[in-house]
């Protein structure tokens, strides 16, 4: 009867301490995993404005650039000077004039060259943008799992035990797409679509 009643006892306080450390070791990791969605979450709102600002900017510097070349090389093409009119100055002025504003915008071209980046802002963008994505959803999915094994290790036996005796566990709740339209994907506007 002393075994029975010893291992009885011994068997209530390993029973009893079931749970004590596994419980808040899975709450604290799947409270940890949230973080990590919320700052993910946080480098996109920072992270995407920034970059479509960069992005935009450089268009637009360019855009000025190739519009300033095509300007003036349809102004260049506007002024002709036939063979008739190479005595009269002022004929040969305007075409010179039309003549070196092209020279100009094509010499500012030539050294904004090495410059013009925006097909490569809008790859490092559109690479930014997947890999922020990306990181949203491993960080969702590995809330998801902590969130399990926590909801799993709170409601198994021996544990189950210690979740409701010292903690008084409930079960968290995994990651779910509740926003109207979260199941696509945010549009990027650079402002000059129809």
């Given at each position: 009867m ?8 011994m068997?209530?306080?390993a029973l009893s301490?079931c749970?004590?450390n596994s419980v ?5 990791n799947a409270?940890?995993r949230?973080?990590d969605?919320?700052n993910?979450?946080?480098?996109r709102?920072?992270l ?15 855009k ?13 093409a506007?002024?002709k000077?036939?063979?008739?009119q190479?005595?009269?100055?002022a004929q040969?002025?305007a ?9 100009l915008?094509l010499q500012r071209?030539?050294e ?7 097909q490569?802002n809008?790859a490092?963008?559109?690479d930014?943008?997947e ?6 959803t491993?960080a ?9 094994s926590?909801?799993?290790?709170i409601r198994?036996?021996p544990?189950?035990?210690g979740?409701k005796?010292?903690y008084g566990?409930?079960?968290l709740v995994?990651?779910k ?6 199941d ?10 129809n």
């Amino acid at each position: 009867m002393n075994y029975r009643a010893a291992f009885a006892l011994m068997s209530a306080v390993a029973l009893s301490a079931c749970g004590l450390n596994s419980v808040p070791t899975a709450e604290e990791n799947a409270k940890t995993r949230w973080a990590d969605v919320e700052n993910n979450y946080q480098r996109r709102a920072d992270l995407v404005p920034n970059l479509v600002a960069t992005v935009k900017a450089a268009g637009a510097q360019e855009k000025s650039i190739l519009v300033e070349v095509t300007q003036a090389r349809a102004a260049a093409a506007q002024v002709k000077v036939s063979g008739d009119q190479l005595s009269d100055p002022a004929q040969v002025a305007a075409f010179d004039r039309a003549q070196t504003g092209l020279s100009l915008s094509l010499q500012r071209f030539q050294e904004a060259y090495p410059e013009l980046k925006s097909q490569a802002n809008y790859a490092t963008l559109m690479d930014q943008l997947e890999g922020t994505e990306n990181r949203i959803t491993n960080a969702r999915r590995d809330y998801n799992a902590a969130v399990q094994s926590y909801n799993t290790t709170i409601r198994t036996f021996p544990d189950a035990i210690g979740a409701k005796v010292f903690y008084g566990a409930k079960p968290l709740v995994p990651f779910k797409a509740t926003t109207p339209g979260a199941d696509v994907a945010p549009t990027v506007n650079f402002g000059n679509s129809n």
